[in-house]
Nanobody, 123 residues
Framework: QVQLVESGGGLVQAGGSLRLSCAASGRTSLIYAMGWFRQAPGKEREFVAATSWSGGTTLYADSVKGRFTISSDNAKNTVYLQMNSLKPEDTAEYYC????????????????WGHGTQVTVSS
């Protein structure tokens, strides 16, 4: 079992930046890829970004490409999501998740999830 804990969310003005962290504990040798998803009120949970645990392969949603960067620090068992040029439409609860195999966009492929961290972007 792997436990995931997100942190780093908060309130920021449009155009600002935040860095989210996802710390993994437990049987981290089972991790192959990590993803970030987000869910706004009344909307479905959507893919944001994903990375292989080594960081060699990354995927991004079109809506965040060029603004968000996902990275991993294996020594700290932590994955980060650097979010720049934030927009009000980025407001959501952000979740990290892990899966076996390569990074993917489909949320059903992810086996374990954190509890989320709230990001609010004011206009």
């Amino acid at each position: 079992q792997v436990q995931l804990v997100e942190s780093g969310g908060g309130l920021v003005q449009a155009g600002g930046s935040l860095r989210l962290s996802c710390a993994a504990s437990g049987r981290t040798s089972l991790i192959y890829a990590m993803g970030w998803f987000r869910q706004a009120p009344g909307k479905e949970r959507e893919f944001v970004a994903a990375t292989s645990w080594s960081g060699g392969t990354t995927l991004y949603a079109d809506s965040v490409k060029g603004r968000f960067t996902i990275s991993s620090d294996n020594a700290k068992n932590t994955v980060y999501l650097q979010m720049n040029s934030l927009k009000p439409e980025d407001t959501a609860e952000y979740y990290c998740a892990l899966k076996k195999g390569p990074p993917a966009r489909a949320r059903y492929e992810y086996a374990s999830w954190g509890h989320g961290t709230q990001v609010t972007v004011s206009s």
